[in-house]
Nanobody, 114 residues
Framework: QVQLVESGGGLVQPGGSLRLSCAAS????????SGWYRQAPGKQRELVAR???????NYADSVKGRFTISRDNAKNTVYLQMNSLKPEDTAVYYC????????WGQGTQVTVSS
């Protein structure tokens, strides 16, 4: 049984930064991949960033160059550093871990507004 808990969301001004954390109750290395998804009101959940077991990362085009996903296996934690935030980044951000099934956190709200 794996539990994922996100933290670090909040309200920031455009151009600001946030760092999201996803703490797992089990080893994140057991995941085929770990990642961050987001869902804005009225929209489907979309992939933001992903990191696989080999450390290979993938980013949505909309966040490339602004967001960075990283992990600390010893701490069983995945991070998402978000810089140069835009209002369109406003969404609930979810942590994901993939094995033979998907594990999801409860989500953390990120609001970018002046």
């Amino acid at each position: 049984q794996v539990q994922l808990v996100e933290s670090g969301g909040g309200l920031v001004q455009p151009g600001g930064s946030l760092r999201l954390s996803c703490a797992a109750s089990g080893s994140i290395f057991s995941f085929l991949a770990s990642g961050w998804y987001r869902q804005a009101p009225g929209k489907q959940r979309e992939l933001v960033a992903r990191i696989d077991r080999g450390g290979i990362t993938n980013y949505a085009d909309s966040v490339k160059g602004r967001f960075t996903i990283s992990r600390d296996n010893a701490k069983n934690t995945v991070y998402l550093q978000m810089n140069s935030l835009k209002p369109e980044d406003t969404a609930v951000y979810y942590c994901n871990g993939r094995t033979m099934k998907d594990y999801w956190g409860q989500g953390t709200q990120v609001t970018v507004s002046s």
